[in-house]
Structure formats: structure tokens, C-alpha cells
């Protein structure tokens, strides 16, 4: 993506500069949850972050080559299961840190096997950086969407061959990975996909080439688009010029649905932040379960 359309979205994140207090509260966050968020991610609300147990799964770093690249992951599963659903899990802008582990563990504690690869790790470490704008710069609008897919696709191969079911995969992601989502639902092997408020537009470049709403037509597996009414960074017009590419697509575009909730903003889900909106968040999750049922991931 441009870094002109990322801009565009800081307006829906977080303050970008990490404050002395904002770093105490990290600190003690990573100290409590065992894994780092990135410091652009400040301020922390310590009393909103779920916490997971890891108990009764098996949960934690694992690596799988792409192009000779050892892409880095977070997964989570029920303990010596096998057969298991798989969700894949894409990323915020600010990596894969606690709260998307966390996810991940959600998931697993419902029956499935999720892993969240670190889509950036050939760019850059997210947990590195202070400030949103420059992680933006240097990292994030430096991700060729093609090498996103292609670590997708590696993540599906490592998670089937570790007693994930070939048959029964999904994907959801957040923000830069709510966008993510979409893209791969045109692309991948998935039967459903949840877009947690990701960018529907924006301007085509060698790296983004493409944008949800130019896939539109041609999804390969439906998507459930969960938004907020109040997200600065994704007007509301371009979920409803997405919704009329999506009523002249596929049959898989046809039957993807999107969920505004009109009092919530950006990252509605994200636990750990300030936007955080208990309702939408519990709302969407369900929906989110459902849906993969319904699609036959489940």
C-alpha cells in the first residue's frame, strides 16, 4: 500500500510516540503476557487485555521456509489433536505481538489450529519501532502483497502437515490484515474469511497492486466484513461501493456480508488499546465463529 493510503489511516490508530508512562505499562504488560507489543502500540489499557491460558494446547513459535526465507509464526492448537480446522491469523500493522498470540490461543481453545506468521519479518521487526508513521515508512509500506501471499501459502502447507485438515482452512485478520483477508480469499486455499475493518481502497502500486474492492468479483471464498461506523480511516461509502462489486461478482462474493457497528471505531477488537468496544468486539467473534461454521471450516 502507498504510504500516502497509510497515512491516511493513522487518523484511526493510536497516538504514535510512546510515552514514559506508556512504556511502564508495556513493560509490565509483556512481563504479564509473555510475549512484546510493539511500542507504536502505546497507550496500553492493561485492565481491558484478555489473557489466554496456553494450558491444554500446544502453543508458541514455529518457522517454515518460503523462497529460502525461514518465515517466523505464532501457532496454537489443541493438544495432540489432529485433523484440526486451521485458521490462519493476519497481523495489525504492528506485527505479531501479544494480542495477536492471544488470538490465536482463542481460537485454538475452540477447536482449531491458528497460526499467525510474522508477514513483515524480511522488512523489519514492528516491536522495534516508536512511531507509527516510520514504521509505516520503512517497514510496512515496504510488504509486496505477493510475498504475503506466498507466506500464506507456506503457512496452510506447515499447518497441514501438522495435523491441520487440508480441507477445512480459514482466515481472518485485522486492520492492514482485515485487508489482507480479502485478498486472500480471492487467492488461497480457504472456504471463508473474516476482514476485521481492513481497507477496502486505495492506490495501486508495485507492491499493492491490487485492492479488495478490485477483487470483489472474483472471491473464491466468501468474507465477512465486520466495521465500524465511526472508523475515520474506512469511510462508510467505501464499504457500500464494495458491497455493490460483491452483489456482481462470484457466487462466493455473493454471499459475502458485511457487520457495521455504528458506534465503534478502528481496531473495535483490539483489547489491549483504547478503542477497544467490549460489544462489537464479543458481537463480531461470534459471528466470526459462526461464520467459519457455516462455511464449513468448522
Known amino acids: 500500500m502507498p504510504f500516502d493510503d497509510l497515512r491516511a489511516d493513522v487518523h484511526s490508530l493510536l497516538p504514535g510516540r510512546i510515552t514514559e508512562a506508556g512504556a511502564t505499562r508495556r513493560t509490565a504488560l509483556q512481563a504479564a503476557l509473555g510475549l512484546g507489543y510493539a511500542a507504536a502500540a502505546a497507550p496500553l489499557m492493561a485492565q481491558t487485555a484478555i489473557v489466554t491460558p496456553a494450558d491444554g494446547l500446544d502453543a508458541g513459535t514455529v518457522h517454515y521456509e518460503v523462497n529460502g526465507f525461514k518465515v517466523p509464526a505464532y501457532r496454537a492448537a489443541p493438544a495432540g489433536k489432529t485433523g484440526l480446522p486451521v485458521v490462519l491469523v493476519v497481523q495489525e500493522i504492528f ?25 513483515y519479518a524480511r522488512q523489519g521487526d514492528p516491536a522495534q519501532y516508536s512511531d507509527i508513521a516510520k514504521l509505516m515508512a520503512e517497514v510496512v509500506s515496504k510488504v509486496p ?3 504475503v501471499m506466498a507466506d500464506l501459502d507456506g503457512a496452510v502447507q506447515w499447518a497441514t502437515a501438522h495435523g491441520g485438515d487440508a480441507a477445512r482452512v480459514g482466515i481472518t485478520g485485522f486492520c492492514w490484515g482485515g485487508r489482507i483477508a480479502w485478498l486472500y480469499a ?6 471463508a ?30 468474507v465477512l466484513g465486520l466495521y465500524g461506523g465511526q472508523d475515520g480511516g474506512i469511510p462508510l461509502d467505501t464499504v457500500d461501493k464494495m458491497k455493490a462489486d460483491l452483489v456482481q461478482g462470484s457466487a462466493a462474493a455473493k454471499a459475502s ?14 483489547d489491549y488499546r483504547p ?24
Open 95 to 119: 506485527g505479531v505481538h501479544t494480542y495477536i498470540a492471544d488470538v490465536c490461543r482463542r481460537l485454538a481453545r475452540a477447536g482449531y489450529l491458528a497460526i499467525a506468521p510474522e508477514l
Open 145 to 147: 502483497d505477493a510475498q
Open 186 to 191: 480471492a487467492h488461497g486455499p480457504v472456504k
Open 193 to 222: 474469511a473474516v476482514a476485521w475493518y481492513g481497507r477496502l481502497v486505495g492506490s495501486p502500486s508495485a507492491v499493492t497492486p491490487k485492492h479488495p474492492v478490485e477483487i470483489a468479483p472474483i472471491l473464491k471464498a466468501p
Open 257 to 270: 456480508e458485511f457487520v457495521v457497528y455504528p458506534e465503534a471505531s478502528h481496531a473495535f477488537h483490539a
Open 275 to 298: 478503542s477497544y468496544r467490549p460489544g462489537p468486539a464479543e458481537d463480531g467473534w461470534k459471528r466470526a465463529l459462526a461464520w467459519f461454521k457455516t462455511h464449513g471450516v468448522a
